[in-house]
């Protein structure tokens, strides 16, 4: 229900964008999340939205910035001045309710993109 796509190799400094597309229901009143996971690492929070409200990582504070279009049913999540420890598969979630930074309270989850950001 959810595919996030827009992953790739870019060297730091530089910019992506990821993309979120939902099918299968309309999640305009859900929450709507980014987690991403490096290697060896626990999967992280790095942004929310719900309602007109936002929410970041300190990490990617000043640097990512999300956002959604409930016409497209899409989520996106800009990111820029990358650094190599972005690097990681970045998930896009949604949940009905408030936001919160704990992975298994997001019942629904895209399939990953890859981000690598070379140094």
């Known amino acids: 229900q959810l595919q996030a796509s827009g992953g790739g190799l870019v060297q730091a400094g530089g910019s992506l964008r990821l993309s979120c597309a939902a099918s299968g229901r309309t999640f305009s009143n859900y929450a709507m999340c980014w987690f991403r996971q490096a290697p060896g690492k626990e999967r992280e929070f790095v942004a929310a939205m719900s309602g007109g409200s936002t929410n970041y990582a300190e990490p990617v504070k000043g640097r990512f910035s999300i956002s959604r279009d409930n016409v497209k049913n899409t989520v996106y999540l800009q990111m820029n001045s990358l650094k190599p420890e972005d690097t990681a598969i970045y998930y896009c979630?949604?949940?009905?309710?408030?936001?919160?930074?704990?992975?298994?309270?997001?019942?629904?989850w895209g399939q990953g993109t890859l981000v690598t950001v070379s140094s």
């Open positions: 979630a949604a949940r009905y309710g408030l936001v919160t930074g704990r992975p298994e309270s997001w019942p629904y």
